[in-house]
């Protein structure tokens, strides 16, 4: 029983201890604040992209998107419109996800070009996808 208990603490602490470096782990910007185009895919399928146009303007778009982002808890890590990159972290756990964007003017709106990426794990249960749809797919077209 005792080595049980041992063991249960062990794994409980290992547990607390990951769950706290999510959150403190530093961030280099130079590192997430990516080309969303050009960026490679991540060698783990925990990510997701869009490439979409909208009738709205880029500081239109760029508005839109900033507020859903800011609703949900995402902060600008780098850059500025029209390229930057937010963090914004899942809801259970805090895992740090990367989002970079990249908003181009073109006849008639704006292509919005999007790159949401998990930091940490193997999958994302879909959380990236998610993401980009609510902050992207509720855009006009």
């Known amino acids: 029983m005792t080595v049980f208990l041992v063991f249960l603490a062990a794994l409980l602490l290992t547990f607390a201890g990951f769950a706290l470096w999510v959150r403190i782990a530093p961030t280099d910007p ?9 960026a490679p895919d991540p060698s783990t399928p925990n990510f997701a992209r869009v490439d979409r146009m909208t009738s709205l303007s880029p500081d239109e778009t760029a508005a839109a998107i900033t507020a859903q982002a800011q609703a949900e808890g995402a902060r600008i890590l780098a850059g500025d419109w029209p390229h930057v990159t937010f963090i914004a972290r899942t809801r259970l756990m805090a895992y740090p996800d990367f989002v970079s964007i990249r908003l181009n003017a073109v006849d ?34």
Not at 32 to 38: D, F, G, K, L, R
Not at 120 to 127: E, H, S, T
Request: aromatic share 12%.
């Open 108 to 141: 008639g709106g704006t292509q919005v070009i999007a790159f949401s990426r998990s930091r940490f794990g193997y999958g994302d249960a879909g959380v990236n996808r998610a993401r980009l749809r609510r902050w992207i797919g509720r855009l006009p077209q």
């Open 30 to 38: 130079g590192v997430w604040h990516v080309e969303p185009a050009s």
